[in-house]
C-alpha cells in the first residue's frame, strides 16, 4: 500500500517541485480544477498592475508600439510554438477558442470546397465540447456540409472519401481519453480528409506535435493548463502549406496585410496574421505572458517529458489509491488506463440509483462535499441513465503545481466522504448553477 | 481674445470638473487621444488587482458564479444601456468590434436574404474605418452581396430598394464628422433597408438614441471615450424586433439558450445573449467595469447633456484659438462647424508640399513635435494629393478629463511648433510604425 510518507517523498524527489512556486494557491486547497480553470501565476499580479499603472494609464497609446502590445499575439504564439511542435508565425494567441476554430473550419470548408467539392460531411465525436459542435453546425450551414457525431469506437471506419474534414477534440474533456493525433491524422490524409484539432485539454498538458503528425489546423484555450487567466486569449495554428491558402472570414484589420495603411480593400497577411481579426485584450493577454513564461521556464526542467512524465505518475497514482481506498462506493473509472490513451484528468463514473434516495448517482453531491473539504475538482452531468454517459468526478492534475503528496490527500477524503456518508447531507445536494 | 485665465474660469465653472479625478493622467501630458485609447480611470488599478488575485488566484474557478464573472457580458450591457437609449437584455459588451460586426451583418444579410431576396448591395462610406469594410466584403461574399462604397454626400441618393443593407459609422474616424442617424434611418427604412450603425466613435461621446432613431443593429468599442481599457471588450445590439428572428453564425456555447446543460444541438438564447460566443477574457472586462462605472456616476451630474455641451464648448473653443493663434501655416478645418454633425474630436488638415523640403504636408511631424512636448493627438495619413483626403492632425476632446485649460494650452503648444519651426527637425519626420 502507498503511504502518504511514500508520497511526500515523491514530491522531495519531484525536479518540477521548483515549478510549484511560481503559483499562488489558496491555503488548505488541493486544486484539482487546472482543466476547468489554471491556477494564478504569482507574477501575474505585478504583470496586471504594471499593464494598467504604466503602459495604459503613463504610456497610453505608445504602448502599442513601445510596450510591444501590436505584436503581442504573434510573440506569444512563437513563445509557445515548441511545446506544441510547430514553427516560427505560424502560431498566434487572440480571440476565443469558439471564434478561433470558426475561423479555421470556414477555412478548412473553402480549401474542400476547392479541392473536393463532392465530399459533404464533416465528422466529430457525439461527446465532443458543446462549443466545438455549434461552431460546426454554423459552419455546415453555410457551406452545405452535413455535421455526423460519432461515438469514438466508430470514428476509425468513417474516415472515409465522402468525408470533407475531421474536427476532434485531442483529449475528450468529458473522460479525458485521448486521440492517438498522428494515427488518427495519417488515416484522415490517407482518404483526403482534412483534420481540425482542438488542444484545449491537452496544450500544455500532453506532448502535442502537429506537425510531426502532420495535422492541418488546430485551435485551443489558455485558460486551462497554460494558467493564462479566466477567459485569457486562445490560439490558432495552420499548417504552412493551407496557411496562406484562403482569407478566414473574419477578415479584420490586424488580418490585413498593412494594417495601418488604412487601405478599403481587404488583402490577407502572409502567416498566421490572417488569423487575427480585431483589437486584442491587452490586458487579458499581458497576463497570459506570465502563464507562457512557466512553460518556458519548464524547458530547463525537462519540458514536455519531465510534466508528461509526472502528470501519468500523479494519475496513475489517484487511479491506483481510489481502487485501493474507495472500494464499495460505486465507482467507476472513465479514463483510460492505457497511458497512451490518457490526458492529464482522471475522470471517476458512479452509477445512477447510488444518490440519496436512490435518485441520481450522487456525484454531484460528493463533488460538493470534497469541495466544502477543499478538494477542488467538479462534476459532469450525464444522460441519467439513458444513454452511455455516467455522470463524472472530473479531476485535473497539473503537474505544475499538483504534488503526489496532493493526490494522496485528496483520496483520503474522497475516502471520508464516502464512509461517513458526509455527502448525503442536504446541502450538498442542492443543485447551483453548474459551470 | 479668450485667454488662459477665461479658460481656467470655465474649468472653475465647470460642473464636469469632479469627474476628471476619477482618471489618472500622466503629469505634464494634455492627452486629445482618448478617440483613441481611453485614458485610465484610476479604479483600474485596484479592480485588476481584485481580479487577479483574489477572484482568480483565491477564488478559482468559483468565481464565475460568485464574482459574476459568467453575467458580466449583459450586466455591463444592461449598465450602459441607457447612453444608447437602448433597453434591458438588448445590450451585451463582448469579443472585438469587427467580430461583433460580422455578427450582426450577417444577422441582417440572413433576415434581408429572407425578406428581400433581390436585393444585393450593402452600401457604406469609402471612408469608414477599414475594418468595418473588409468585414463587410467577408459578408457580402458569403451573401452574394455587392459592397458599394460611397462618399458622404453620396449616400442619401444611394438608399434606394436595390440595397439590402446600410453600413455607417456615425461619426467617422478621420474627420469627425457624425451621420443624422435618424434621418439617414428614416430614410433607408422607407426604401427597406436595414441600419447598421458603428458607435466607436459616438458611443459615450455624443448622444446616442438607437431606439429613438428606429436603428436596426449597432456594435462599438469600449476602449476610445468608455475608458475601458486597451482592447476592453466591444460591444453589440440588435433591435428586439430582429433580435430573436436569425442565428448569428459565430454560434458559441455561451450564444445557447442552456449552455451549461452540455446538449450537443446549437439551441439560440432569446435576447442579446445569443449575440455572445465563447469565454470572455476576465480580467480585461472587470476593468472595463471601472470606464462604465464612471459614466454611471456621470448620470448625476447631468448625464449625457452636460457631456455633450462640456464636448461641443471644447471642440468649439479649440477652433476658434486654433483660428485665431495659428493663421498662415497650411492648416485648415476637416470637422464640421455645424454642432449637429460634429462628434467630439478635432481633425485639422494641412495641404501637400508644406513640409520639409515641400515633401508631404508636415502634418505628421507637428503632431510628432506637439507629441513631444506632451500634447497628444495623433496623425491620420491621407491620400497624398491623389484623391480628396488630406492629412489630418486629429484631436480628442474627452470632456470626462480634457479642460477648457488643457484646450488653450494645447494650442500655444501649436502655435509655437508652428511658429519656431521646431516642427521641421529630423526627429519628428522620421515616420515611425504607426498606429
Redesign the interface.
Known amino acids: 500500500m502507498t503511504t502518504l510518507q511514500d508520497c511526500q517523498a515523491l514530491d522531495a524527489q519531484d525536479p518540477l517541485r521548483a515549478l510549484r512556486e511560481r503559483f499562488?494557491l489558496?491555503q488548505g486547497?488541493i486544486?484539482l480544477?487546472g482543466n476547468?480553470?489554471g491556477?494564478?501565476p504569482k507574477a501575474?499580479?505585478a504583470r496586471?498592475?504594471e499593464?494598467?499603472?504604466q503602459?495604459?494609464?503613463?504610456?497610453?497609446?505608445t504602448?502599442?508600439?513601445k510596450a510591444g502590445?501590436?505584436s503581442l499575439p504573434e510573440r506569444l504564439g512563437n513563445q509557445f510554438a515548441p511545446w506544441l511542435g510547430v514553427g516560427q508565425g505560424e502560431l498566434a494567441f487572440t480571440?476565443?477558442?469558439?471564434?478561433n476554430l470558426?475561423k479555421v473550419l470556414s477555412a478548412a470548408a473553402r480549401i474542400a470546397r476547392e479541392d473536393a467539392p463532392g465530399r459533404k460531411k464533416l465528422i466529430s465525436e457525439?461527446s465532443?465540447f458543446?462549443?466545438d459542435?455549434?461552431?460546426a453546425?454554423?459552419?455546415c450551414?453555410?457551406y452545405g456540409l452535413e455535421l455526423v457525431?460519432l461515438e469514438p469506437e466508430e470514428i476509425a471506419g468513417a474516415l472515409q472519401t465522402d468525408v470533407a474534414i475531421s474536427m476532434l477534440t485531442h483529449v475528450n474533456y468529458r473522460t479525458g481519453a485521448m486521440h492517438d493525433m498522428a494515427a488518427v491524422t495519417a488515416a484522415a490524409h490517407a482518404k483526403g480528409i482534412l483534420c481540425v484539432w482542438d488542444l484545449c485539454h491537452s496544450a500544455g498538458a500532453v506532448p502535442v506535435d502537429l506537425k510531426g503528425a502532420d495535422a492541418d489546423f488546430a485551435v485551443g484555450?489558455s485558460?486551462k493548463y497554460l494558467n493564462g487567466?479566466?477567459?485569457?486569449?486562445?490560439f490558432v495554428w495552420a499548417h504552412p502549406r493551407l496557411i496562406n491558402r484562403f482569407?478566414q472570414?473574419?477578415?479584420?484589420?490586424f488580418?490585413?496585410a498593412e494594417p495601418?495603411k488604412?487601405?478599403?480593400?481587404?488583402h490577407p497577411a502572409q502567416g498566421i496574421q490572417r488569423y487575427l481579426?480585431?483589437?486584442?485584450?491587452?490586458?487579458?493577454?499581458s497576463?497570459l505572458q506570465c502563464g507562457i513564461d512557466i512553460y518556458t521556464e519548464a524547458e530547463a526542467f525537462g519540458g514536455m517529458a519531465a510534466l508528461r512524465k509526472k502528470s501519468l505518475a500523479l494519475t496513475d497514482l489517484f487511479i491506483q489509491l481510489v481502487q485501493e481506498r474507495c472500494q464499495g462506493h460505486g465507482l467507476g473509472l472513465a479514463t483510460p488506463r492505457e497511458h497512451a490513451a490518457r490526458g492529464s484528468q482522471v475522470c471517476l463514473t458512479r452509477e445512477e440509483g447510488l444518490g440519496v434516495n436512490g435518485q441520481g448517482s450522487g456525484a454531484y453531491a460528493i463533488v460538493q462535499a470534497l469541495i466544502a473539504r477543499g478538494v477542488?475538482g467538479?462534476f459532469?452531468?450525464g444522460d441519467g441513465g439513458t444513454g452511455r454517459h455516467k455522470d463524472i468526478l472530473r479531476f485535473g492534475f497539473t503537474p505544475l503545481y499538483v504534488g503526489f503528496a496532493d493526490v494522496w490527500n485528496s483520496v483520503e477524503h474522497l475516502r471520508q466522504v464516502l464512509e461517513s456518508g458526509e455527502w448525503q447531507r442536504p446541502e450538498f445536494n442542492t443543485v447551483?448553477?453548474?459551470?
Not at 487567466?229 to 486562445?234: E, Q, S, V
Not at 472570414?249 to 484589420?253: H, I, Q
Request: proline fraction near 8%.
Open positions: 499562488a489558496p486547497v486544486y480544477d476547468s480553470l491556477a494564478q501575474a499580479a496586471a498592475a499593464v494598467v499603472t503602459e495604459w494609464g503613463q504610456d497610453l497609446i504602448s502599442w508600439n502590445w501590436i480571440d476565443t477558442t469558439s471564434i470558426y457525439r465532443n458543446p462549443t459542435l455549434y461552431i453546425q454554423s459552419v450551414q453555410e457525431l484555450c485558460y487567466g479566466p477567459g485569457a486569449p486562445a482569407w472570414p473574419l477578415s479584420g484589420w488580418g490585413h495601418f488604412f487601405v478599403p480593400d481587404y481579426c480585431g483589437t486584442q485584450p491587452m490586458i487579458s493577454m497576463v477542488i467538479d459532469r452531468k447551483h448553477a453548474v459551470t
